[in-house]
Every structure is written in structure tokens, then in C-alpha cells.
């Protein structure tokens, strides 16, 4: 989804708030659910009377990774101006694997030296696997990273080991934070009619959402006589699967759409009966908890924090990832019972509203800004009185 570009939100709340926040993250707000998550946080914060003025900051850029270099660069150079002027109180630093650990390191380096406490927040879909890839310097360099902040923001259970026994993150400033979205409504009554089930997956086409296995389902005998069109929402291989869609005769039920706007996904979800994400790897799917919202009926599978958003059979169907014939049989149980869809996302909405709600999740990032802050001995008289700190 399409959000504001930096040059439209440099700056989300207002200037004379209590707490400064610059907010590192990839490739601005449409560039994949970092930046969709830190687009809802700042906006629900700047609903709030006393929020946070947060200045989002992109040290990576959204072209090409030959101008990384550039981005980061102004980066720390913002951080540093900001500092000097009393314009910041804190670093939040979104971190993935790959480059983004590398960039996220520099940035931490920049504000250990401008003496700017940082949260890191991590939202990887496999990083013991990046980490066991770095030598033993480039570890010692993220463990740093991780350590050196005032907190640490994990999606789930599975980063929360990851970030106790692999980067030796003391258990005291560890904080499992769930991904939330805004609500975007009761949804509509769905009921049976004389209309194909009309399927949704929204993401990044590619292998690791699992869209090759997704269209060899949709093709399979299981589903091929039974009524249903699919919207692909998404950036992505989209030219490939859309020939993979062809070359299996579905591509008449099948529609590519590319990278859409915030109106546009609601359109496709509100439309929609099933959503759809057979993800190999995920941290916690943004996706995932869109649907929930709709109250859509979902299949998906049992990986990164998705058991701890969902359990199998009252808010979805989980299926194995890569595997195509149970994909396709949960598809086609959905497709041909209605009564099961309808229960299934009525379940979803409300587990939504109950844990994935954005105005909470809002409130419970500002509490722990506002610990960080505390235990930096950096809270200065203007700010407002610390709220009592999230656990677990």
C-alpha cells in the first residue's frame, strides 16, 4: 500500500510536543509493513492530544540501493542537526536483516555518540538465520546494536528467544509488542449469493509468501470446477505469476493489480470473502492482520507470530507452507461453506479488536519511549508523567 511520500510527511504530529521521535525505517512509508506500521503508529499518534512529534527518517531510500549510501548519510547528519538543536529525544530504529541490520548499526553508532537513547524494534521473518550468516565481527556489531538500546520490541515469542539467547538482550528490556493496523469499520454482511467466492492476497509476490504453491492450488482439481476469482495486491514478481497464471488456464479468474493505496486495499478486502497468504517465513504479516479487521474468513500458515494472532479452526485455517494440496482443500472448504466463512472472520474482527487494535498499540509504544527515556535519566520537566510501562 501506498502511503504519504517523505516529502509529504517529514514531520507527523506537532512541534510542540512533549516527546521528539525520529523514527529509522526502509524505504519510506510504502515500502513494505515496516513502513505501513510506522504510518499507522505516527497517525494514531497524531490524533492524540499529547503525542509524539515524530520525524520519520529513510536510510535507505525507495530507488535504487546504489543511493543507500546518500540516504543514510543524511541521516545521521539529520540526527546529529536535530540533537544540536534540542529537536530530539530518542532514535526508534525499525530493523530487519540484510542491510537493513548494517544501516541500523550506523545509525545506533551516530546516537551512542550524540548520547540519543534508541529503541529497536525487530521485524525479521528469519533473522537467526541472518545473524548466523555475519562473521564474528559483524556480530559483535549487531549483539551491540540490540544491547546497547533502552528497549527491545520483538513481535513474538519466537524473537523473543532469538533476542534473549542469540543477542543477549536482558530479559528486563525485552517487550513483545504485536503488530496492529487502524479499524477500518464493521464490515459488511457477507451472505451467500449467486456470485463466485471472491478470494484476496495482499503482500510482496514472491516465493516466500508462497504464490507459486497459491496458484498451483487455485488450479488443482480441488478448485477448478468450483466458483472464485482472486485479487493480487501487491509489488512484487507480479509479470511472472500472471504468466504462471496463464500457462495454468486460471489467468480469466485472476487479477494483478500491483502496489495499491490504503482506499484501494479496503475496496479489494471489503469485496472480498477469503483472504489468502501461504507465507514459508513471515515476523508478523500486516497482511494477516488487515484481514482480521475486515473480518474476512483466512488461510494461511503456522509461521513467524501468526499462532499468536490466530488459532487454527476458530479464526482460520492453517495449512503447512508449500503444501499444495492442503492449500488447496482449506480453499475449496471455504469456497463451498459460506456458514464457515462467515464464522470464521465474525471470530477474526474480534480477536482484532480485542489485541491487533492500533489506538492501544499507539499507547503502549509511548509508554516505552517514555521508560527509555526514564532509565537514560534524559526525561526532561516539560514532558508528560510516564505511563505505567507494557509487560509482555
Not at 338 to 365: N, T, V
Request: aromatic share 6%.
Amino acid at each position: 500500500m501506498d502511503g504519504p511520500t517523505k516529502q509529504q510527511a517529514r514531520r507527523i504530529g506537532k512541534a510542540d510536543r512533549s516527546l521528539r521521535i525520529g523514527i529509522a525505517f526502509p524505504g519510506g512509508f510504502e515500502f513494505g509493513g515496516i513502513g505501513r506500521m510506522m504510518l499507522y503508529a505516527m497517525e494514531a499518534f497524531a490524533a492524540m492530544a499529547d503525542g509524539p512529534c515524530c520525524t520519520p527518517q529513510d536510510a535507505r531510500g525507495s530507488g535504487h540501493i546504489a543511493m543507500m549510501p546518500v540516504h543514510l548519510l543524511r541521516s545521521v547528519g539529520w540526527l546529529a542537526w536535530a540533537r544540536l538543536r534540542g529537536q530530539i529525544d530518542l532514535v526508534h530504529l525499525n530493523v530487519a536483516g540484510r542491510g537493513s541490520t548494517l544501516r541500523k548499526i550506523v545509525l545506533s553508532e551516530a546516537a551512542a555518540l550524540l548520547r540519543l537513547p534508541t529503541i529497536v524494534h525487530l521485524h525479521d521473518y528469519d533473522y537467526r538465520t541472518d545473524f548466523g550468516r555475519r562473521g564474528m565481527v559483524g556480530r559483535h556489531f549487531v549483539r551491540r546494536l540490540f544491547q546497547r538500546a533502552g528497549r527491545v520490541i520483538v513481535l513474538g515469542h519466537r524473537d523473543e528467544v532469538i533476542a534473549t539467547e542469540l543477542l543477549d538482550v536482558a530479559p528486563a528490556r525485552l517487550v513483545r509488542l504485536p503488530n496492529a493496523v487502524p479499524d477500518p469499520g464493521s464490515p459488511p454482511l457477507r451472505q451467500e449469493q449467486e456470485r463466485p467466492a471472491r478470494l484476496v492476497f495482499l503482500g510482496n509476490l514472491d516465493d516466500r509468501k508462497g504464490v507459486p504453491e497459491l496458484l498451483q492450488a487455485l488450479a488443482s482439481p480441488a478448485l477448478r470446477t468450483l466458483p472464485w476469482t482472486i485479487d493480487f495486491a501487491g509489488g512484487g514478481e507480479t509479470a511472472r505469476f500472471a504468466a504462471q497464471a496463464n500457462e495454468l488456464g486460471i489467468s480469466a479468474r485472476t487479477s494483478f493489480h500491483g502496489w495499491l493505496d490504503a482506499a484501494a486495499v479496503q475496496a479489494l478486502c471489503r469485496n472480498a470473502d477469503i483472504f489468502v497468504l501461504p507465507s514459508h517465513a513471515e515476523g508478523q504479516a500486516m497482511a494477516l492482520l488487515e484481514a482480521m479487521a475486515h473480518g474476512l474468513a483466512i488461510v494461511t500458515t503456522p509461521v513467524g507470530a501468526h499462532l499468536e494472532a490466530v488459532t487454527p479452526g476458530r479464526e482460520a485455517l492453517l495449512v503447512t507452507p508449500g503444501d499444495v494440496a492442503s492449500l488447496a482443500d482449506a480453499i475449496a472448504t471455504l469456497v463451498t461453506r459460506p456458514e464457515l466463512r462467515a464464522r470464521l472472520g465474525s471470530a477474526a474482527r474480534q480477536r482484532y479488536l480485542e489485541a491487533f487494535a492500533i489506538a492501544a498499540y499507539a499507547e503502549k509504544l509511548i509508554a516505552l519511549y517514555q521508560a527509555a527515556l526514564r532509565d537514560s535519566e534524559r526525561v526532561s520537566p516539560r514532558q508528560a508523567p510516564v505511563i505505567s510501562e507494557l509487560k509482555g
